[in-house]
Every structure is written in structure tokens, then in C-alpha cells.
């Protein structure tokens, strides 16, 4: 790493250091920098281009909020930001809180890879270059907790069992490592995750007396909660990371499932947590309570690889998510998988909510084999050479609104029962409509591909897609039997025809009209 030049002793000294180098003044008394001013609102300092580095400078440990003015979340934290700030100075901290409009300081963004608002960074002995984030805190309590955690010792050191019992949160989560050999990987992670994690009790003990009252054997990260231990992971020497237990850590501050609402969504994009799985239902269902219980029942085993959340879909304020997601009304209830590095998305291959159903889902997608969701599938090859054509995205639109051909469409679900029964009958129709001229036999798998459509039913459905026009959509209410889909599909072939007869007889009057037009001019 480079020397840091610290250019504020430099300015202040240049008097001395022009006559230790020969440099003479090039008139009478050398006038005196001004610095540039740092103002204070909440005892924050108010950051721009012209005194940040004095900031830098001056102060050995500063946590700057990068924020915009007319953000909500920014305007939420920054009362909370100036809490800390007044609780650390009364405590004698040794550590500056700041503040950057970025809406008329667009540099910083720029310097510092700002994304999201408000961002917080942490400076740490004047180093631009390379900053802390400071992730996932919202309160000044733990805003204090996190700094201190930054710059002195990360968790409490427990010698005895009265103080470990002591220091266990009766009502909330407390982390306690039982490490007799704290030193090295170990005693990091912990720390690693105590400082990722403000808002919690972190606790240490090489303790005999605490290792037997809690019958512990092994060194042990353990997760205490209201009193009670719901979890512990065996601390082995290099297996144990930093950001998987501070993952696992994190979920135990949210719920086993949690509700997505404007309150919550923050705090589920703040666990580092990058698998969501979503459970999309209104929860007026009459399988409202029954799939939620199986929904939850499953979030235990999956805990701190997937992120279990519940999205109500009769809450009008979700209407964003659900339709990020293309959920619609005739799906639910509906269960989708979302990465968040990836933005890969994945659908549950069952109409029904069941720990059956969730659990192989959970398990196919952490071993890389379930099925991701996209806009279209890639087109098959020979997918027009069969009585049944094969449809995906990329050809939907080009085959079903040719204006020569008459277009009968099944739209299916793969893991459907109802669809495999009718599946062996539509292949029959294909058949026997195989050299039938300007008649095109088609399915398409309907939850692999995106495909607008109005008025979407159970799997399966189908449309009817007429000759001449690109627009018109008929959907089809009758039996799923061959003779009651040959009945439809005539009829509209017939109706074609009259509509075609019709229309040419149109054409040849308007020719004729044109032609006597001619001759009376």
C-alpha cells in the first residue's frame, strides 16, 4: 500500500519546509491557508468535496451516511444517525459521525460505488481508499455498538456462569462462542460476525465452569434464544467463515417466515441471505392457514440458506412484487425461488403448498437442478416436424398470429396431473389434423414461458387463434375430450371460411364500383 501524503501538516508547514529547501517567498510575510470549514447539524459534520479530506484528517475514525435528501429511508435513518452521533460524543467515543447530500456532491457516488441510499462507510485512520461498509444498521443504539465493536474489543469476555447467565437476553437472541482455544479462525469469525451484527449480545468463554453448567464438549458457536439455546454450529478450525455464521446469525433476527410489507423489506434485503423463496396467496384462501403451517414447518430445515417470506396477495400495497414476480390471480397459491446475485427466478412444480412439495423444491435448487424460470425457452429442434408443434416465447407470437392458419394452442404445466391426462388426447387431435391445410395443432409449457394472455385459467387452458387476423384470441370452455376439441375446432373453420367469403365478395364489389367509376369518367 502507498504512503498516504497527510496534505493538511503539509499545508500548515510550508513556510518551514520552503526555507529548509531553498524556496524563497516571492513577497513580504506568506499569507496563512485558510482551511476549509467543516459545519456541524447534530454534532454530524456536514461532508462536502471542499473539507472532507480535513475530515479525514483530523479525525482517526470516521462513519460517513452518503445520502439523498428526498429519500425516505435516508430522511428515516438520519434521525437516528444524529442519536448516535449525540451518544457518542456524551461517551467520550473517539469517533465522528458525517453526512454527504450526494444530490449536489455526485463525485462521491461516483468514488465510492454508491448504489443504494443512504449507504454508510467507515474511515479508518484517514484512509480514502478503503473504507468499511457499515450494512444493515437502522438504529442509534446499534450504530454505537458497531463502531465501538470497530475500534475495541468485539465480543464480552465471560469467566464465570453468574456472568454468562447474566449476559443471555431472557427476551431476545444472544451469541455466546465456547472456544477453550480462542485463538486464530475462530475467535475471527466470531468477531467477524459481532461486528456484522450490532444489534445483537455477543459473548466468549474459555470457561470450564461455563462449558459444563451449558454441557458443552466442543468448541461451539451457540445461539440462545429468550433464555433458551435454539441452535449451535461445532466450531472446527477452517470450516467455520465468518460470513456464513454472520448469515445464520442474521436469520435469527427475523422471523421463520416473514411477511414482505413496507416495515419488513428492509430488514429482508439486509440478511445476507441470497436465496428468497415466496410464497404468493391471499390470505382470505380458504388453504390459507394450512399452506402457511406447511410453508413454515419446511423454513426450519432450510434455515440460513434460503429465506422463507409470505407475500399477501390481497394486499393491493404488494401489487409491485407480484408483479415483478408475474404472479397472477388463477397461479396462487404460487411458490417461486428468487437469487438475488443472479436474479434467477424458479417456480415450484406443484399446484399444491405441501412439505413434500417445498422440501424437493428447496433441495433441487441448492443442488443446481431445479428449473429456472425465463422469458422463453430456446426453441427445440424439429419442434415443427410432429402432429403437435411445440411452441416457446421466441416462435409463440410468429405461429399463432400467422393470418393463413387456423391455431388451437394447449397451455400446460409440466408437473400438472390434470395436464398429463389430457396431453395423450391432444397428441390424437394432432393426428388427426396432421395434413389438414392451414391448421396448426400447437402446446406450449406455459410456466416456462412468459406469454401474455388475458383471463388465464387452471392448467390446462387453451386458445384458439383465427385465419386473417393478429389480434383476436378465443378461448375454449369445453370438454377435454378429441371429439369435443374436433367439434370447436371445426366450427370455427367453418365460421373462418364464411368470414373469408364474406370478405372477398367485398373486395371483388369494390373492384367492380372502382371499374364502372372508371368508365362513366
Known sequence: MGMRIPW???????GAYAAANGVEPTGGQPEETALPK?????NVFILKKSNFDRALAENRYLLVEFYVALSGPSQTLAAEFAKAAEELRRAAVDVRLG???VTDQKAFQKEFDIQDFPTLKFFVGGNRNNPIDCKGVREASAFVTWVRRQIGSCVMHLNSTDQAKAFIDPEGLTVIGFLKHPQGGLEAALCNSARSTPELPFGMTTSDEVFAHFGIREDMIVIFQKGKPVYNEAAEEGKLKGVELTRLIKTFTMDLVTEYNLETSVKIFDVPVENHILLFIPKSSSVFRKSYEEFKSVAQEFRGKIMFILVDTDESRNGRVIEYFQVIEIEVPAVQILNLTSDARYKMPSETVTVKHLRSFCQSYLEGTAKRHLSSEEIQEGWDQKPVKVLVGKNFDRVVF?????????FYAPWSEACQKVLPIWDELGKTYENRKNVVIAKIDYTANNVQLLNVERFPFFRYFPVGSTTRVDPYKGEHTLDAFVAFLEEKIKAGKKASSK???????????????KEEL
Open 8 to 14: 493538511l501538516p503539509v499545508l500548515l508547514s510550508f
Open 38 to 42: 467543516i459545519e456541524e447539524e447534530d
Open 99 to 101: 453526512k454527504v447530500d
Open 402 to 410: 400467422n393470418e393463413k392458419n387456423h391455431v388451437f394452442v394447449m
Open 503 to 517: 370478405t372477398k365478395k367485398k373486395d371483388v364489389a369494390k373492384k367492380e364500383g372502382k371499374n364502372t367509376t
